[in-house]
């Protein structure tokens, strides 16, 4: 993809020239909606941030592991995962696997054993923070975290937002969009009050979106005027492109860069970048572009 990572690299240059990024941002993508783009936005979003060279860690909080086989691992080859990490205690060290597709971008694969961690965990002490003891170690070594949440609001989920500083909620531009919104939002509250009072909303991420339906700019401007400065610029269309690459095991940045999903997930990348960026001194910039 010789062109994109032409723009891609010059568009650092910008950021490096007056911002620096805050290091360790640790962001879980989460809906207990299924179906609405959580996991193709956890995956791409992880890649193009991987693209435009902040090291990256994906990790994969979700039983159906589609997040794993997304970047070209096969679960069932999985020995040890995010599982093992939370319920044996593993070090995360030995868990995570470089992805071999984008320089930057690791891996913290999950695998099916993932479903029987909630029960083994009832009984275990301060359950709600295993994985924050596992990933708040890590923040020093990446510069972006993303959790690929399961569609429910259980355990994981739970350990996921205590582990995070923010949350991206992916929306679907269709009829059942704001559907358990509210839910989710007073779970995040909960969290935030109870286990993580750090815990801010990232954004609002518009998904599926099909500007061809009256329906899909109705959402659009339902989920804007009820939120506004939450939802990000960024929508996310319904793209082919976006929907074939998880079958080549590949971000669709490596599939089509051209497409008008990878297009998106590069933008919302860039958005969060420099939402997540710090004013940099002018002769530290100067110093660090040449």
Known sequence: MPGATGATFKHRHVFLSYRFVVMGKIIAVANQKGGV?????????????????????????????????GVGFDPK?????????MVDGIDPHDIIVPTNILPHLDLMPSHIDLVGAEVEMINLPNREEKMKAALRPLAAEYDFIIIDCSPSLGLITVNALTAANSVIIPVQCEYFALEGLGKLLNTIKIIQSRLNTDLDIEGILLTMYDVRLRLSNQVVEEVQMHFQQLVFDTIIPRNVKLSESPSFGIPVILHDAESKGAVSYLNLAREIVEKNSVEANPETAEDEVA
């Open 37 to 69: 783009g959580k996991t193709t936005s956890a995956i791409n979003l992880a890649a193009s941030l991987a693209a435009l060279d902040y090291r990256t860690l994906l990790v994969d909080a979700d039983p159906q592991a589609n997040a794993t086989s």
């Open 77 to 85: 080859d999985i020995e040890n995962s995010v599982y093992e990490c």
